[in-house]
């Protein structure tokens, strides 16, 4: 169960991280060029923490937990290899809705692998 523990804090760094975006770009939109060279790095941070979001939920699905957590994780992660590309060509119409839904979904999988009836995986 120790490892449910690290994924739970890994989701809720990530899902914070996430948050961090619409606000660094909302200080760029308001005027503060520094805003869009700080959402870069944090971007990328992201990133990397969805790295380990999907390499500890792996383990934690292979020990035992459920699997449905390393899938959400994958699944997030591919969004956000997506997202990088599509900021980075600046194609807006899919990076700012994709940005929200990867928030969202990021948020929601943080508050559902925080509960209590996430600790084990169903029985066969």
């Known amino acids: 169960m120790r490892w449910l523990g690290v994924l739970r804090g890994v989701a809720?760094?990530?899902a914070v991280a996430m948050c961090v975006q619409p606000i660094v770009i909302g200080i760029y939109l308001n005027g503060a060029t520094t805003g869009l060279k700080v959402h870069e790095p944090v971007g990328l941070a992201v990133s990397?923490?969805?790295?380990a979001?999907?390499?500890v939920a792996l383990v934690h699905w292979r020990l035992g937990g459920r699997g449905v957590?390393?899938?959400?994780?994958a699944l997030i992660l591919f969004?956000?290899?997506?997202q990088i590309g599509m900021g980075y060509s600046k194609?807006?119409?899919i990076h700012i809705p994709l940005g929200v839904?990867?928030?969202?979904?990021?948020v929601c999988f943080a508050a559902w692998i925080c509960r209590r009836t996430v600790r084990t995986a169903v029985p066969a």
């Open 48 to 51: 990397f923490i969805g790295i």
């Open 91 to 93: 194609q807006l119409a």
């Open 53 to 55: 979001q999907l390499l």
């Open 101 to 106: 839904a990867l928030i969202g979904t990021s």
């Open 79 to 82: 969004g956000e290899s997506v």
């Open 12 to 14: 809720v760094l990530h």
């Open 69 to 73: 957590a390393a899938l959400v994780s």
